[in-house]
């Protein structure tokens, strides 16, 4: 294995091509490349996916590449059109910098001494850390904290805050984004480094010359033009907090693409990158059909003359203050890249794995497929992506008469398929399996391994949902089992997997909640079912035979009307109960939607949710309210305990318990308050 400096290389790297949406549903023959040879037929409908096939030379993956890229290129290149880039944080980018923050190596010291020297607290006894779907395998946030020292990214700057003393203070600054980077969020932390994910952006050419062999002929522009933001790119920087007076950046890698998802196991960080078919130089046309035809003929000589190093995504890595340490090019080789047996298109996917004691690259392995969703156990990451089908039409169509002109509908069918990946070992990512099911999925929360079974809850094209236990035979994942019927004329709302058993909302107008019997995989079962008003968007174990759901409480018709929790009794699966209910007045809660917003501390029975209410509820008693609501839960109760707000109405996004003191975030700093009743105890601004 190649060694740098002393220290072995030590992450990994996965590399698979996706396509969006619209290119998902583009028909490929496959003539070039590996032939298919498993679950084609005839007239092209959706093949259920098997073992993806590997190609065997670069001239045969070029090949591929040039004849699929020709199907799609037009006059605007593969895009079709001016699109603005936005980035995995959700933020529209047009280019430039997002901050003007000074080098990322020079940091600011606040305070002359660190916390004093004690035991280490213990997350779950003296701190909580940030609330995730599997236990031992840890997600990006916007804070991180080990019960001293609390980490998070705000205003440009990567503020280390000493938590452990009564009054919390600022340690030590380090500016962030000085290249363009997005940095508000998305931290890991192991030990004394902080892997700080962030988005970067190159400069925006503004009609300069073209890329790569563009030209200006027969009123046809060179591309990229004014207004579009070069592709996205994910900056992996590793800090060093062992002196948090000054946080020091020991690293920075820089990959192809933008970030859809990452998971850390024992400090080894999988980031899944996510980045668009290559620009190649485009011309476009100015308007008229001359134009528009050159332009596409231009740009398919642009595809049959793009190499290797167009495609294949590519990264950097630097030390700061290191000349000499200094690393670039493809993720993975072209003799590492396999492929599904039906097209999938021409965006990039890429898994990367980072360990945060040396993130230096290593092997990686690539995949043409698809990719929207991920979800990792502690030894295996999957990476779901929906593909729709447009239904073929059937023979004994009549044609519409005029007086009755056909309307037009979106038949087809939808499907996801699962790519299934081992992260056992810290060093390679290996490529296991691959399946499919029928329908979309809603989140992460729809897929659990369990006993090496993987379950999966989805909604199909006919408004109802299954649950599908997926097993690996060789390289293939097949359904060994599945129910169905769940929510009739309903979507998913929430799931939630634990141990033998599934939980699944599904809501209309009213919400029922299922509770599935997988302790048999070959045989699910549908157990029991809750039916109530509103619905839970979130759901969290709390206890042996215990759920608290966030969600909206509702009208009988379906009308939403404010922020609810709700207790649910599930000791007799056949019997759900919900014990106990609050409703706040008109409002929403971030942690209907990111899991990370919510706090449940079990050795108090407090949950807390961020709220953002306006009033207007039109009782006179609803107020306007931006802050955190604490709850005391019981056995038999959900009550709301108090309030926590932040000056200037900054909306609260996390909620944090360190000792006997809940913590609570906003952009503009850290509010302390008593944990047994949330009163106001002090107040942090960041700078």
């Not at 600022?170 to 004394?192: F, I, K, R």
């Not at 962030?198 to 033009?225: C, H, L």
């Amino acid at each position: 294995m190649n060694t740098t400096g002393g220290r072995v290389r030590r992450w990994a790297v996965l590399v698979a091509t996706v396509a969006l949406a619209t290119s998902a549903c583009t028909k490929g023959d496959g003539s070039a490349g590996p032939p298919p040879t498993k679950g084609s037929d005839s007239i092209g409908r959706i093949r259920l996916i098997s073992a993806l096939e590997q190609f065997s030379a670069c001239d045969q993956l070029l090949d591929y590449l040039h004849t699929e890229g020709a199907k799609l290129v037009g006059p605007y290149g593969f895009g079709g059109g001016i699109m603005t880039v936005r980035n995995a944080m959700g933020v529209a980018a047009t280019g430039g910098a997002a901050g003007k923050a000074a080098s990322g190596t020079v940091a600011g010291a606040v305070e002359d001494t660190a916390a004093s020297p004690s035991a280490a607290p213990v997350a779950g006894t003296d701190y909580s850390g940030t609330n995730v779907q599997e236990a031992g395998v840890d997600e990006p946030d916007i804070v991180k904290t080990d019960g001293r020292r609390l980490v998070t990214a705000v205003n440009g700057k990567l503020q280390v805050v000493d938590v452990e003393s009564a009054t919390p203070k600022v340690l030590g600054w380090l500016p962030l984004a000085a290249d363009g980077s997005y940095v508000e969020g998305q931290l890991l932390l192991s030990g004394d480094k902080v892997l700080v994910l962030s988005q970067a952006f190159d400069a925006v050419n503004y009609g300069g010359p073209a890329m790569k062999g563009g030209a200006s002929v027969g009123g046809v522009m060179p591309y990229p033009y004014p207004g579009v933001a070069s592709p996205p790119r994910t900056k992996v920087t590793v800090v060093d907090i062992s002196d948090p007076r000054s946080p020091k950046v020991t690293s920075e890698l820089k990959f192809d693409g933008s970030m859809v998802a990452a998971r850390m196991v024992d400090g080894v960080a999988r980031v899944v990158l996510r980045s668009s078919a290559p620009t190649l130089g485009f011309t476009y046309p100015s308007g008229n059909q001359a134009s528009v035809d050159i332009a596409t003929e231009s740009n398919k000589k642009v595809v049959a003359g793009s190499t290797l190093d167009d495609w294949l995504p590519k990264y950097s890595y630097d030390e700061p203050g290191n000349a000499s340490a200094h690393a670039g090019g493809r993720i993975a080789d072209c003799n590492d890249v396999s492929r599904p047996v039906k097209f999938s298109g021409l965006d990039t996917l890429t898994v990367v794995s980072v360990a945060a004691d040396d993130p230096r690259p290593g092997p990686g392995a690539a995949v043409l497929g698809a990719g929207e969703l991920v979800y990792a156990s502690p030894n295996n990451l999957y990476v779901t992506s929906t593909a729709w089908t447009p239904a073929e039409p059937s023979p004994t169509t009549q044609p519409a008469q005029p007086e009755q002109p056909a309307q037009p509908q979106r038949s087809g069918s939808t499907t996801t398929e699962i790519h299934k990946f081992s992260i056992a070992d810290k060093v390679r990512t290996k490529y296991l399996a691959s399946g499919s099911i029928g329908g979309h999925l809603l989140n992460q929360f729809s897929l659990s391994e369990y006993k090496d079974d993987l379950r999966v809850a989805a909604t199909t094209d006919g408004a109802e949902s299954t649950v599908s236990v997926l097993r690996q035979d060789g390289d293939v994942l097949t359904t060994a089992g599945s129910v169905g019927g769940l929510g009739k004329g309903e979507r998913i709302y929430a799931v939630r997997f634990l141990g033998d058993r599934g939980y699944v909302v599904t809501f209309r107008q009213t919400d029922p909640l299922y509770v599935v019997d997988l302790s048999d995989g070959a045989s699910p079962k549908v157990m029991g079912e809750l039916k109530i008003p509103g619905y839970s968007a979130y759901l969290h174990p709390i206890g042996d035979h215990r759920l608290l759901g966030v969600g909206q409480a509702a009208s009988d018709a379906g009308r939403v009307q404010g922020t609810q929790l709700s207790l649910f009794d599930v000791s007799d699966p056949a019997n759900p109960k919900r014990l106990a209910n609050a409703a706040l007045d008109p409002s929403t809660s971030e942690a209907e939607y990111d899991h990370h917003a919510f706090l449940y501390w079990p050795k108090s029975g407090l949950a807390v949710v961020p709220i953002q209410s306006y009033g207007g509820g039109g009782d006179g008693r609803s107020v306007p309210f931006m802050g955190a609501v604490g709850f005391s839960v019981g056995d038999n109760e959900v009550k709301e305990l108090g309030r926590v707000s932040h000056p200037d109405g900054q909306p609260v996004q996390r909620s944090l318990v360190v000792g006997d003191r809940l913590l609570t975030l906003s952009g503009g700093g850290l509010r302390t308050s008593v944990l047994s009743t949330l009163a106001e105890k002090n107040w942090l601004a960041f700078s």
